[in-house]
């Protein structure tokens, strides 16, 4: 790896106290309320934040409302188009300083933040593409006499975008993309264990022109999400976290008729064929899970591998993950770092725990990390399960840590069976230099997404979403900014 300079403290952090973003004015919550936001590495005080409650959230509404009939209004699509180069432009310049930010907020290594650069700037650009490629269409119909019809393509109006914690930029500027392209206004809430580089985010917006209103910060806990969720003048929620609070977003949603997508959690099926290229599937299955602390939607956590190379592939891949190099973020050459939060430590090693007392084996790992290095810090061992099967608990619930349950397979049609027999579906790997299995796999996994010798691939213009439980609805790809536009039909009688 080639040595990266590790940025000075980030300037937003001089500020003791972090304001929430309204209207382009950086506000405490009405009530005076703050909340904590730590450094998962150390336990050390980041900044208190603003705790917006249910009054915030409808000032940020109304406030977002009148923006949708303000200056914003009356842009032209390459007005908004050079605005959002403007800030891709910005984001890349700061991009040392955001990426700082969600290291010292999230926990994860600053050579992993540091790289989602490409990715933030790639995002914004081609949704700035988009902006000028909004069209409804004529349509020629059957009625009766001269009439004319056709669609047009609106702006759906103020959303409200909720998101987690494990990729905070990256996820505050998917959530921005559409919205700007499209004309919305946007009221965004990022987690409270990470709230820091979305509030940095909305003021590079105002520095690119985005004109106040348009995009607000409301920092806060669960009870501002649901207050958001509720609020009547919220036209769309773009929600991304767990398949709990998913559901009770689409509940609250359903009275005032909201339109929704929600992009949710899963349990990812990693599956290794005897003829795949295994000097390449062995780093990849271990960073399948084990990159972010495990704390990605889409993670490979149930590892198949067929039966005739399991022996060989495990003791590989048990290998490999020891020689991971867990510790502190801010060292260029740590590769995994703590998870989010005391919370999230002990919700992981609960089901470590559990698969122990279900009869699973560590084949590497298991425990916290302590002593030297990992005192103040929330650092779990990267995990293998061995014997695992289909019933376990950590063979189907979502852990959202650094832990892997393997488990062994003989044929296609059993592995595709057993793969699908999850209520998720979000993404998925298969490993093989066979064409036909790999067609066949990718026919047959029910997820959002399958990779084929490779893993969590990502790009703007390549939709990602979930299946069955992991949500609805696509981010990215030419058709995602659709879910932020409404389609109203016009009939000219020309009689
Ligand atoms: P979470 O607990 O569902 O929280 C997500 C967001 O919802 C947070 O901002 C949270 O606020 C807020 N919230 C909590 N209760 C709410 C309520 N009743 N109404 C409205 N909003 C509420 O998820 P998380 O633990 O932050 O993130 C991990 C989960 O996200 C995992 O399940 C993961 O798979 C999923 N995820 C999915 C994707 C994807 O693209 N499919 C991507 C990343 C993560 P607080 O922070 O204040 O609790
Ligand atoms: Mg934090």
Same mark, same amino acid.
């Given at each position: 790896m080639t040595m990266m300079t590790i940025p000075p403290r980030p300037a937003l952090l001089d500020r003791p106290h972090q304001d929430m973003l309204i209207g382009g004015q950086r506000v405490p919550a009405l009530s005076g309320k703050r909340f904590e936001t730590r450094n998962p590495a150390t336990g050390e005080l980041l900044a208190t934040v603003a705790q917006g409650g249910a009054e915030d959230v409808d000032r940020a509404v109304k406030t977002a409302r009148a923006a949708l009939e303000g200056p914003w209004r009356a842009m032209k699509p390459v007005e908004r188009q050079r605005i959002m180069l403007r800030l891709a432009d910005l984001v890349e310049q700061h991009f040392e300083e955001l990426a700082m930010l969600d290291t010292l907020d999230l926990g994860a290594p600053y050579s992993r933040t540091f790289m989602g650069k490409a990715r933030a700037v790639a995002l +914004?650009?081609?949704? !700035?593409?988009?902006?000028? #490629?909004?069209?409804?269409? /004529?349509? $020629?119909?059957?009625a009766m006499g001269d009439v004319l019809s056709h669609t047009l393509k609106e702006p759906i109006g103020v959303v409200a975008a909720i998101n987690p914690w494990n990729g905070p930029i990256g996820m505050s500027v998917w959530k921005a993309g559409p919205i700007l392209a499209t004309g919305c206004t946007l009221v965004m809430k990022p987690a409270e264990q990470t709230p820091l580089s979305a509030l940095r985010f909305g003021e590079l917006c105002l520095e690119a022109g985005v004109p106040e209103g348009v995009i607000n910060i409301l920092t806060g806990l669960g009870d501002a999400g649901a207050a958001l969720s509720s609020h009547p003048g919220v036209d769309k929620i773009a929600f991304t976290g767990s398949t709990g609070v998913g559901e009770k977003i689409l509940h609250a949603a359903a009275a005032s008729m909201k339109r929704v997508t929600v992009e949710l959690g899963g349990k990812s099926p990693n599956i290794v064929f005897a003829d795949a290229d295994l000097d390449k599937a062995v780093p990849a299955a271990a960073m399948a899970v084990f990159a972010n602390a495990g704390q990605i939607c889409s993670a490979g956590t149930r590892l198949f591998v067929q039966s005739s190379i399991r022996e060989e592939f495990m003791e590989r891949l048990a290998a490999f993950t020891r020689t991971i190099k867990v510790g502190d973020p801010l060292d260029p050459e740590t590769q995994m770092g703590p998870v989010v939060s005391l919370v999230q430590m002990d919700k992981i090693l609960g089901f470590i725990d559990g698969a122990v007392t279900e009869g699973a084996n560590a084949l590497v790992g298991g425990a916290r990390m302590t002593g030297t290095g990992y005192d103040g810090g929330f650092f779990i061992q990267p995990t293998i399960f061995d014997n695992v099967n289909d019933g376990m608990t950590i063979a189907r619930e979502e852990i959202f840590g650094p832990v892997l349950s393997s488990f062994a397979f003989d044929t296609i049609e059993e592995v595709l069976q057993r793969a699908n027999a999850t209520e998720f579906g #979000?993404?998925?790997?298969?490993? /093989?230099? $066979? +064409? !036909? /299995?790999?067609?066949?796999?990718?026919?047959?996994?029910? !997820?959002?997404?399958?990779?084929?010798?490779?893993?969590?691939? +990502?790009? &703007?213009?390549? &939709?990602?979403?979930?299946?069955g439980m992991s949500g609805f609805g696509r981010e990215s790809g030419p058709h995602h900014i659709e879910d932020y536009l409404e389609t109203k039909a016009v009939w000219i009688n020309l009689d």
């Open positions: +914004l650009r081609y949704y !700035a593409g988009q902006a000028t #490629l909004i069209a409804g269409d /004529t349509i $020629d119909n059957s #979000l993404g998925s790997g298969v490993w /093989t230099r $066979d +064409l !036909a /299995t790999a067609h066949r796999m990718a026919r047959g996994i029910r !997820a959002g997404s399958v990779w084929v010798n490779c893993y969590q691939m +990502l790009d &703007p213009g390549v &939709p990602f979403g979930g299946y």
